[in-house]
């Protein structure tokens, strides 16, 4: 892999080199900007040495959470994502052995029973879900029967709307766009079917 998540060459690399750090990245991407979420782990391994799911799942709460904090800080809400990242990578370690790519290539899975698997990992949504196996299948090498259809509207070629179609600083500019415009006409929808219910005007 050679992804081109974020505008920091660091980070970008150990998100390609190491499977749990992209999960780790996926799982803080709600409520910020996607480089800074997928800048994270790169963060971690500078303040507790490694992105390692056994390092993390044991390391002691209080001191995750202050490397969490450290300025810059990996998230604006510390504490409940270093909670949610330790638990993920307990359930790594329980569940897959330690390896997150586990996830995505033991008993050479199909897509939606990667999507199962996902879905099942704490912090993960169904949309969650969705983008990262689109991830996986757009730039990851997965190629797991039914990907596209499992991932959804985000499996579609050229979908622009996630961090799947990252690949350059350009398409980062395309896929902010899209989302903002997206979240948007969502929101007017949302307005527009208030007014238009009981009691407002149709």
């Known amino acids: 892999m ?21 999960l780790i990245g996926m799982l803080l991407d709600q409520q910020i900007a996607m480089e800074t979420a997928f800048v994270g782990p790169k963060k971690l391994q500078d303040r507790i040495g490694s992105v390692d799911a056994d390092t993390i799942a044991d390391y002691n709460t209080e ?6 904090k450290e300025t810059p800080a990996v998230h604006r ?12 990578c307990r359930a790594i370690v329980d569940d897959w052995g330690g390896e997150a790519s586990a996830l995505w290539t033991d008993g050479d899975p199909s897509g939606p029973e990667v999507l199962k698997r996902l879905k099942r990992l704490p912090g993960f949504g169904d949309q969650k879900a969705k983008i990262f196996l689109a991830l996986l299948g757009k730039q990851c090498g997965f ?23 990252i690949v350059s600083p350009e398409t980062l500019l395309e896929v902010r766009e899209n989302k903002r415009a997206l979240k948007s006409a969502a929101k007017q929808e949302k307005q527009a079917s208030a007014q238009s219910g009981p009691g ?3």
């Open 63 to 68: 001191e995750f959470l202050a490397a969490f």
């Open 143 to 165: 190629t797991g029967e039914g990907w596209e259809q499992a991932a959804g509207d985000y499996g579609a070629p050229n979908a622009m709307r996630s961090v799947a179609d």
């Open 2 to 22: 050679d992804l081109h998540l974020t505008d920091d060459t660091d980070a970008d690399r150990l998100l390609s080199e190491n499977p749990l750090a992209l």
């Open 200 to 202: 407002g005007s149709s």
């Open 77 to 88: 809400f510390p504490g409940s994502m270093a909670e949610r990242v330790q638990k993920l």
